[in-house]
């Protein structure tokens, strides 16, 4: 959670730094869709980072089944 919730507040400042340089100040709304997406953005991130993360723990398993069966 606490990943998430870092990686959420990136996507915030980056969507607002993206807003400040394309987008300017012209709707009110603003706000609320540049935390819209960088909720979705960091949502993805973070799916990614996981999933990145269980491969490597599977290339690990199957290293060291193939170790053992080599043995």
């Known amino acids: 959670m606490k990943e998430f919730i870092g990686i959420f507040l ?9 807003a400040i340089f394309f987008i300017g100040f012209i709707v009110e709304n603003a706000w609320v869709l ?9 949502v993805i991130v973070t799916i990614f ?8 723990d ?3 398993k199957v290293e060291k089944l193939l170790n053992n069966k080599q043995d």
Not at 10 to 18: D, K, L, P
Not at 34 to 42: D, E, G, T, Y
Request: proline fraction near 0%; charge should be positive; hydrophobic fraction near 70%.
């Open 10 to 18: 990136v996507s915030i400042i980056i969507c607002w730094m993206f």
């Open 58 to 60: 599977l290339e690990r």
């Open 49 to 56: 980072i996981k999933l990145v993360s269980r491969i490597e």
């Open 34 to 42: 540049i935390i819209f997406i960088a909720f979705v953005l960091a």
